[in-house]
T-cell receptor, first 114, second 113 residues
Framework: GAVVSQHPSRVICKSGTSVKIECRSLDFQATTMFWYRQFPKQSLMLMATSNEGSKATYEQGVEKDKFLINHASLTLSTLTVTSAHPEDSSFYIC??????????FGEGSRLTVL | QQQVKQSPQSLIVQKGGISIINCAYENTAFDYFPWYQQFPGKGPALLIAIRPDVSEKKEGRFTISFNKSAKQFSLHIMDSQPGDSATYFCAATFKAAGNKLTFGGGTRVLVKP
């Protein structure tokens, strides 16, 4: 299947700092990428839809100034958690859509804010 | 509003047994129903998917049964193995939604040796 790479897989940061997470589609071009957040033992919660070359569409209740999304190319989307606080600690997962509509997920990035 | 309801929340099955997970949806516009397998600390992996023009799809030990009139679909894992122990998520989407997935709540499956 298609490969979606996320980096870093784990990150620990101090409260107040910003953290960038990258999502790359390695063997296909993804016009659309999605960013999810997952708390322990819960389902995935969609945060935003990222389209190449345009502004991301955020789900209700997700702060766009807090979670900055950039989709600079057909193979790369980034999520920046700005001024992170302990409550932002979570598992962040991206997915990328192929031309025929299949969705493949990255391995996830665990963010811990101290 | 939870548009995809998944049950059970957890499941314990003996090695060699059949694991059955059920999902029900509300939005009749959904036209693509994937199942994902997630191991702890990893992202979900696409397991198998079905579209509503067929009632069943089988890939190896995994089978999706789809009942359009009842708006239900289920995953059957035949000959369950300890390596199948994971969390399984059903999901649904439709083309006009730009492939934005609506996930079920997940089912934690434990296969005992």
């Amino acid at each position: 299947g298609a490969v979606v790479s996320q980096h870093p897989s784990r990150v620990i940061c101090k409260s107040g700092t910003s953290v960038k997470i990258e999502c790359r589609s390695l063997d296909f071009q993804a016009t659309t990428m999605f960013w999810y957040r997952q708390f322990p033992k819960q389902s995935l919660m969609l945060m935003a839809t990222s389209n190449e070359g345009s502004k991301a569409t955020y789900e209700q209740g997700v702060e766009k100034d807090k979670f900055l999304i950039n989709h600079a190319s057909l193979t790369l989307s980034t999520l920046t958690v700005t001024s992170a606080h302990p409550e932002d600690s979570s598992f962040y997962i991206c997915s990328a859509s192929t031309a025929i509509g299949e969705l493949f997920f990255g391995e996830g990035s665990r963010l811990t804010v101290l | 509003q939870q548009q995809v309801k998944q049950s059970p929340q957890s499941l314990i099955v003996q090695k060699g047994g059949i694991s059955i997970i059920n999902c029900a949806y509300e939005n009749t516009a959904f036209d693509y129903f994937p199942w994902y397998q997630q191991f702890p600390g990893k992202g979900p992996a696409l397991l198998i998917a079905i579209r509503p023009d067929v009632s069943e799809k089988k890939e190896g030990r995994f089978t999706i049964s789809f009942n359009k009139s009842a708006k239900q679909f289920s995953l059957h894992i035949m000959d369950s193995q300890p390596g199948d122990s994971a969390t399984y998520f059903c999901a649904a989407t439709f083309k006009a939604a730009g492939n934005k997935l609506t996930f079920g709540g997940g089912t934690r499956v434990l296969v005992k040796p």
